[in-house]
């Protein structure tokens, strides 16, 4: 099977497309599994902030074509289910 990149060279994405995933991978990292809880209330604050500048994670989300409000909403609900508030 052919992956998307093989299919069509023009989905690759760019540097800025790879770098900012990796941001959000790393923040939705930190927010489950850090051992630092510094580090995993900072992540998980920055996940449901409401704030839109570049950089944000709405902002990521956006240009990555991810529904910030969805992602808001999973994150909440895993840290509800495992009886954390979401470090407030």
């Known amino acids: 099977m052919l992956s998307t990149a093989e299919r069509s060279p023009e989905l690759l994405p760019t540097p800025e497309v790879q770098v900012w995933r990796a941001v959000l991978k790393l923040a939705v990292l930190d927010a489950r599994k850090s051992n630092e809880c510094h580090r995993r209330r900072n992540a998980l604050a920055w996940l449901q902030s409401d704030q839109t500048g570049i950089g944000s994670a709405a902002w990521i989300c956006a240009h990555l074509g991810i529904d910030h409000r969805a992602l808001r909403k999973i994150r909440c609900a895993q840290f509800v289910r495992n009886g ?5």
């Open 84 to 88: 954390k508030r979401g470090g407030k």
